[in-house]
């Protein structure tokens, strides 16, 4: 069974910087892509940033420039470094990624990890 673990969430200030991070595991033959979204209450689930098995990756307009996507292929993780954090980008974080086992590809969601920015 394929399970994909968050963890580095967490309380920062404003101005600052958290790493997360996203382990799959399993029986796992190949992932792409790989992707972080975030919900806020009340709010849709939005894409952050994504990144495929070659390294491309995509970014909302309003996290260019502050959030870094990358991943480990040898250790099935996703990482999302993020700097200058502001309160809009409070919210639920989850992993997202399209894992291919011996039953095909699917998708498969993380359980989301709490990022709160506040002074």
């Known amino acids: 069974q394929v399970q994909l673990v968050e963890s580095g969430g967490g309380l920062v200030q404003p101005g600052g910087s958290l790493k997360l991070s996203c382990a799959a595991s399993g029986i796992i033959f190949s992932i792409d892509p790989m992707a972080w979204y975030r919900q806020a209450p009340g709010n849709q689930r939005e894409l952050v940033a994504s990144?495929?098995?070659?390294?491309?990756?995509n970014y909302a307009d309003s996290v260019k420039g502050r959030f870094s996507i990358s991943r480990d292929n040898a250790k099935n993780t996703v990482y999302l470094q993020m700097n200058n954090l502001k309160p809009e980008d409070t919210a639920v974080y989850l992993c997202?990624?399209?894992?291919?086992?011996?039953?095909?590809?699917?998708?498969?969601w993380g359980q989301g990890t709490q990022v709160t920015v506040s002074s």
């Open positions: 997202n990624a399209g894992i291919a086992t011996n039953r095909g590809w699917a998708p498969h």
């Open positions: 990144i495929t098995i070659t390294g491309s990756t």
